[in-house]
């Protein structure tokens, strides 16, 4: 017998292991099948780990302990939330990782209701009779965009594929090279178009697109698509044709346009310090475009979904088209996208969004607030450990505002770098975790993404990360 042989013979049985009293009470009931697949599923890594070479010769009570440890270490994480809160440190107002935006009480309230009780989604309470879902929200959406209908489907990248494959029917859509964009980890333009099974026919150059290049290469069914880039720049020697002039062409060559406005603005961004360049969706619907889609999670501050404006014709044919049903949101959705627009409709001034009220934050309040937590944390710090309260730049993140920051303060800590990095590995492993910047200055925490309600359970998690009692 070889010594691959004999380490393998030193894996614990499946059935000693839910012998097991620990395992045995796991496995009461209903649950010993997916226990039974989760002892397999342990013992199958362990003996990937031993054909690989991979760790030192071990006794089968050693592979035992360490096979019942990971087991019910597995268990007490599968019978708990998938998800955890986390507390953003980072600055990142609509942090993609970490869920983009915050839904305002009401929203989650509404979303609460809707899912533990029944309602209207279908039914049309003055006839008696099937109604049509959620034509409430979208009558809303148009209100507050000036479009003649609304749709809305799970998200803007859905929204985008669903007006593209409508109006193109397979044939050409023309697109500025400078718009093939990739957003995030998985969505790029070019091969969200190729599913549709139209024909992408690339204009101008990276850096420069005229109106001349559009006109030059219109053939008849084309569709011409616009695509806001609201997660990169160009700068230098530009040229972008202007989505009015866009529609203009259009209509006078009886071509289709299509905008894909990105973030979704409801709100003068610029107002809040931000430069210009997100527009509100009126805008963009005002300027012409025949279809508009947008995201609903991120600069509009809702939940994920995507929102198609424009003609009622047009998002009529839309309603009714056969992929419609494939990408329709779900109550729970629209319950929380219908409170985020009641929300703006209801709004004199600026509407009680998060999103909004994290940058919106002055200066001087951020002040106050870094200070008041670097003073409850101090106490606890570590001797050779260094706090200050310093001047940062936050961002808005979702993919907007791309080039921009808006001014913020920092809780920096420094003290030696490997005590820092394993501070902050603590924090992310804690509940609710905390995640902040960790590079050359030290372990910092941007106070305009951590909520007023959030300051003792960031001094709870740093004290817990620094062994403090």
């Excluded at 980072?90 to 869920?99: A, I, Q, R, S, Y």
């Excluded at 749709?151 to 193109?168: E, F, G, Q």
């Excluded at 150059?205 to 880039?229: C, F, I, Q």
Aim: proline share 4%; aromatic share 4%.
């Amino acid at each position: 017998m070889n010594d691959l042989q004999q380490r393998l013979r030193q894996l614990p049985q499946i059935s000693a292991l839910l012998d097991d009293p620990a395992v045995r009470e796991l496995a009461a009931g209903r649950r010993r099948e997916w226990v039974t697949r989760l002892v397999q599923e342990t013992i199958d890594r362990m003996r990937d780990r031993l054909l690989e070479g991979k760790g030192p010769v071990r006794s089968r009570a050693e592979l035992t302990a360490d096979a019942l440890e990971t087991i019910r270490g597995e268990a007490r994480r599968l019978l708990g939330p998938a998800w955890r809160r986390v507390i953003n440190g980072t600055g990142v107002v609509v942090h993609t990782n970490l869920g983009r935006s915050n839904l305002p009480d009401d929203a989650a309230d509404a979303a609460r209701t809707v899912a533990t009780r029944t309602s209207d989604l279908e039914y049309d309470l003055e006839t008696g009779t099937r109604g049509h879902r959620g034509r409430g929200v979208e009558r809303k959406a148009a209100l507050l965009t000036g479009a003649q209908d609304a749709l809305v489907v799970n998200n803007n990248a859905a929204a985008l594929w669903l007006a593209v494959r409508m109006l193109a029917a397979g044939g050409p859509v023309l697109l500025s090279r400078g718009e093939v964009v990739a957003i995030g980890g998985s969505f790029r333009l070019h091969e969200i178009l190729a599913e549709t099974g139209c024909r992408l026919v690339e204009v101008g150059t990276t850096n420069r697109t005229s109106l001349a290049d559009y006109e030059r290469a219109l053939e008849p069914g084309a569709v011409v698509l616009k695509v806001h880039r609201s997660n990169f720049t160009v700068e230098g020697f530009t040229e972008e044709a202007g989505l009015a002039d866009l529609a203009a062409l259009c209509r006078e060559r009886g071509a289709r346009l299509v905008y894909d406005a990105g973030s979704g603005a409801l709100f003068p961004f610029d107002s809040l310090g931000l430069p210009p360049g997100e527009t509100e969706l009126s805008t963009d619907v005002a300027a012409g475009a025949d279809l508009v889609t947008c995201s609903g999670d991120k600069l509009l501050g809702g939940c994920q979904a995507g929102i198609i404006l424009g003609a009622a014709d047009l998002v009529g044919q839309l309603r009714n088209h056969p992929m419609r049903r494939a990408f329709r949101v779900d109550k729970i959705t629209l319950a929380a996208l219908d409170s985020v627009l009641t929300a703006y409709l209801g709004a004199k001034g600026m509407p009680d969004i998060p999103t909004l009220a994290l940058l919106a934050q002055s200066e001087d309040l951020l002040q106050e607030r870094a200070e008041a937590l670097l003073a409850a944390l101090a106490p606890h710090a570590p001797g050779d450990w260094r706090g200050s309260v310093t001047a940062g730049r936050a961002s808005v993140g979702g993919g907007s505002f791309s080039n921009a920051s808006v001014p913020s303060r920092l809780v920096l800590w420094q003290g030696p770098h490997r005590d820092l990095e394993r501070c902050h590995a603590r924090l992310r492993r804690q509940d609710p975790a905390v995640v902040g910047r960790m590079n050359q200055e030290g372990l910092a925490l941007d106070v305009r993404t951590i909520l007023p309600d959030e300051h003792e359970l960031v001094v709870t998690a740093f004290r817990r990360a620094w062994g403090a009692k």
